[in-house]
């Protein structure tokens, strides 16, 4: 589960680390309203609005925008909210922005002497063990950073069962060059940000900028949070985080109705039972010169039911040219899912008006092919994975 901007905050801020501070608004109204209350607060005479979407590279997009008046608070948030924000994360139509940030201006107007780091944490897959990853070079792209200058990137690895140790934290002030209350002050934000990111389950916690200001503090500007979905169950204080405007919709209802389903770009669909098939099924199709819509586990039991909710799901992409069903029939006897096809596909109708390609492998598969050859149904039936193949390729010509 992705977080915005001001939810990372507001973790990080209950962990200890210091904050840019800010209040979220739905509205223009309520945007100055937010700037009041953040300079009785803070003492803050400038503020920044800043569009809340998952997605990064907002200021690069006008979605980040320094407010030194009222008046400016109020026009920027009335043109942000609203507006569709293109960044280099987004897809080329933007993402519709719901409500801003107003946050405290943490830059010191007319002082130089603040610094800009990068510092996230995350999995090392490779070594079973968590990284904070940094550098000198925040508040700019970090795969720009990464490409260009790869050595301006650190790397500390923490062992999950020993926690982060003193020495690296100090490591990482150290290599960041800073030194005095600066130096303190980061070992402190290093340690709480892991502290942060162990105790909220994430699989993400990434900081750019974060922000030495010119009286030697170090606090967060930005957060990106991803909360691992396998740990909600023992979050309940999160649930209410997820913010399903800014998912894919087909997905947000598969997941409802209890399907494994995952949109991609492509034009052939898949309905598959077991992720290791689906997997091979994707590679399938595209060896055969497809490019797959989705990933769709359809689980154990595929009925008639569970066939028909995912030929709809399939269904509402409209860039699906084709479908392919691939059963591997262990526990399920192939000519039930057979069956299931006929009867979903009765059910739809006209719905259906792409091909439907069926691969039914395993217990009783040829019964299963003569069950679906006989329905007059335009379903064609292969029982080989080559036959799947050359049919994907056969319909994708038309
Ligand atoms: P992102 O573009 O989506 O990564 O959003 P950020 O939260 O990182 O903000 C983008 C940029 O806005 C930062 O890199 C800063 O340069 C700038 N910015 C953020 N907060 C402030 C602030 O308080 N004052 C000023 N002057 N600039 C800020
Ligand atoms: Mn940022």
Request: proline share 2%; glycine share 8%.
């Amino acid at each position: 589960m992705n977080l915005h901007e001001y939810q990372g905050k507001a973790i990080l801020n209950s962990f200890g680390v210091r904050i840019q501070r800010g209040i979220v608004a739905d509205n223009h109204l309520k945007a100055v309203e937010a700037a009041k209350q953040l300079t009785v607060e803070t003492g803050t005479s400038w503020w920044v609005v800043k569009a809340q979407i998952h997605a990064g590279g907002r200021g690069k997009g006008g979605g980040v925008k320094l407010a030194k008046s009222l008046q400016d608070v109020e026009t920027i948030s009335k043109n942000i909210i609203g507006m569709m924000l293109i960044t280099p994360q987004t897809s080329v139509e933007g993402k519709k922005v719901n409500q801003v940030l107003i946050a405290e201006d943490v830059y010191y107007p007319g002082e130089a002497q603040h610094e800009e780091f990068y510092m996230s944490v995350l999995l090392n897959r490779a070594t079973g063990k968590n990284m904070i990853m940094y550098s000198t070079e925040g508040g700019m792209d970090i795969e720009t950073v990464a490409e260009e200058t790869p050595h301006l990137i650190f790397t500390e690895e923490i062992d999950p069962t020993l926690g982060i140790l003193a020495f690296q934290a100090r490591k990482i002030a150290f290599n960041l060059d800073l030194s005095g209350d600066a130096f303190k002050e980061m070992v402190k934000f290093v340690t709480s940000l892991y502290t942060a990111y162990i105790n909220s389950d994430a699989t993400l916690f990434e900081i750019n900028p974060v922000l030495k200001t010119s009286d030697n503090k170090i606090l967060a500007v930005d957060a990106k949070v991803t909360i691992d979905d396998s740990s909600l169950f023992r979050h309940k204080e999160y649930i209410n985080l997820r913010d399903l405007r800014e998912e894919n919709p087909i997905e947000v209802e598969a997941n409802a109705v209890g399907l494994n389903y995952v949109a991609l770009d492509g034009n052939v669909g898949c309905m598959v039972n077991g992720a290791g098939l689906a997997m091979s099924t994707m590679d399938l199709i595209k060896q055969s010169g497809g490019e797959p819509a989705n990933f769709l586990d359809v689980g154990g039991t595929a009925d008639a039911e569970r066939v028909e909710t995912g030929f709809r799901i399939i269904l509402k992409d409209p860039k699906v040219k084709a479908i392919l069903v691939n059963i591997f029939g262990g526990i399920v006897r192939c000519d039930r899912v057979a069956q299931g096809i006929v009867d979903a596909y009765k059910n739809m109708g006209d719905e259906i008006k792409i091909p439907i390609i069926v691969r039914l492998q395993g217990t009783n598969a040829v019964e299963a092919k003569i069950l679906i050859d006989q329905s007059g149904l335009a379903v064609h039936s292969v029982v080989e994975f080559q036959e799947a193949a050359d049919k994907v390729k056969e319909v994708l010509a038309f």
